[in-house]
T-cell receptor, first 118, second 110 residues
């Protein structure tokens, strides 16, 4: 199956700093990527939809200036958590739709990135 | 948005068959139903996908009735390593956003 890779898998940072998480589709082109966050023992919450070459679409309640998403190429999307605070500590997961534009529901997920803000 | 409803948790014993049902009453005509498995601190992993009737692969079967308002994931002869959270997803027809429900936390006991 298609492979999606995230980096870093875990990161610890100080409060007030910014952290960038990369999401790459290794063997396919992803027109659309999705970013989720997940708190312990909870489900994945969709944060934003990232389309190559255009601005991301954010879900209600997600601050676009806080969570900067860039999808500059068909194989790379980045999520930058700006001025991170302890409440931003979470597990961030990206996914990509191989058949973008067709509603098959098939998504491939990255391994996730655990962010801890001190 | 197509929402899903699943049991919060289930327990089973090794070697038993486990059936997890998902309700998706407002599924759209073009939506597919996909099930994922997630272990702690890992991204979800694809299990199986279907549109209608029955689909089977090497790890699971998926049963979808004619009205497609529900689906049942069947795991034959579970083992301890199948302890995980299982999510069913249906694709959002207008925006291609995929909303996760609560998932079902399956615990397999020895």
């Amino acid at each position: 199956g298609a492979v999606v890779s995230q980096h870093p898998s875990w990161v610890i940072c100080k409060s007030g700093t910014s952290v960038k998480i990369e999401c790459r589709s290794l063997d396919f082109q992803a027109t659309t990527m999705f970013w989720y966050r997940q708190f312990p023992k909870q489900s994945l919450m969709l944060m934003a939809t990232s389309n190559e070459g255009s601005k991301a679409t954010y879900e209600q309640g997600v601050e676009k200036d806080k969570f900067l998403i860039n999808h500059a190429s068909l194989t790379l999307s980045t999520l930058t958590v700006t001025s991170a605070h302890p409440e931003d500590s979470s597990f961030y997961i990206c996914s990509a739709s191989v058949l973008a534009g067709k509603n098959t529901g098939e998504l491939f997920f990255g391994e996730g990135s655990r962010l801890t803000v001190l | 948005l197509a929402k899903t409803t699943q049991p919060i948790s289930m327990d089973s014993y090794e070697g038993q068959e486990v059936n997890i049902t998902c309700s998706h009453n407002n599924i759209a005509t073009n939506d597919y139903i996909t099930w994922y498995q997630q272990f702690p601190s890992q991204g979800p992993r694809f299990i199986i996908q279907g549109y209608k009737t029955k689909v089977t692969n090497e790890v699971a079967s998926l049963f979808i009735p004619a009205d497609r308002k529900s689906s049942t994931l069947s795991l034959p002869r579970v083992s301890l390593s199948d302890t995980a959270v299982y999510y069913c997803l249906v694709g959002d027809p207008g925006t291609y956003k995929y909303i996760f429900g609560t998932g079902t936390r399956l615990k397999v006991l020895a």
